[in-house]
């Protein structure tokens, strides 16, 4: 299998008020190139979310980024953003491709196996994410990352089967190597970049330093 070249995506902070975010943002995206800026809005079915998403994509969009919403449906159209990025489920997944493609991308993350993320790509979407921290109706387990072993095992599962795009959700920087190893056409990263103890400018600069050494061995 030829390796792919591992691009770098940005994973936000629940985001209430734009404002405060964008000079981290800005510092991260001036750190190196970013495909995507996944935005998690804090109040996903508000009626201000539209205006959080426009004022995101302004930035992002400008940096020639892709800016995907996790959100409501009508959030991504109404904002401007380029697609989806939605916790799997049957039914919410086929309506976000049927209302959405082809003008729009829709990704799926949240795969408790493969047989879901399987399912996630017969629908048609864009890309699937693994390793993303756990949503789950039981408050404890919100948060809590899957082991990062299996993530990485996931993702060169997809890689070497599958053709559409697989992302692969890093708790550090230094997992990115590991993912960017066994072709994951993408890495993600969250508060490892916006947590940095060298700003997020540095955080992006050594992540994309990270997956070239990943891809080099």
């Not at 079915?45 to 940096?63: C, E, F, H, I």
């Not at 994951?184 to 060298?198: N, S, T």
Request: negative net charge; glycine residues 10%.
């Amino acid at each position: 299998m030829t390796a792919v070249e591992t691009q770098l995506v940005l994973v936000t902070p629940p985001i209430a008020a734009p404002e405060a975010f964008l000079p981290a943002l800005e510092a991260a995206l001036a750190g190196g190139p970013v495909a995507a800026v996944i935005a998690r809005l804090a109040t996903p079915d508000d009626r201000a979310s539209v205006n959080v998403v426009k004022t995101l994509a302004r930035l992002v969009q400008a940096k020639g980024c892709a800016l995907m919403v996790e959100g409501a449906i009508d959030t991504v159209a109404r904002g401007g953003a380029d697609g989806l990025h939605l916790i799997f489920d049957e039914a919410r997944v086929t309506e976000a491709i049927e209302r959405l493609a082809p003008d729009r991308m829709v990704g799926v993350a949240g795969l408790k196996s493969r047989d879901d993320a399987m399912s996630a790509g017969e629908k048609g979407c864009d890309y699937v994410m693994f390793g993303e921290p756990m949503v789950s109706r039981h408050a404890e387990k919100n948060g809590v990352l899957p082991p990062f072993a299996a993530v990485v095992e996931r993702v060169g599962w997809w890689a070497e089967v599958f053709q559409i795009p697989v992302v692969g959700f890093s708790p550090d920087i230094a997992g990115a190597g590991a993912l960017a190893q066994v072709n994951a056409d993408f890495v993600a990263l969250g508060d490892a970049v916006w947590a940095h103890p060298d700003g997020p400018t540095k955080a992006v600069a050594a992540a994309l330093a990270a997956l070239r050494q990943g891809q080099a061995t």
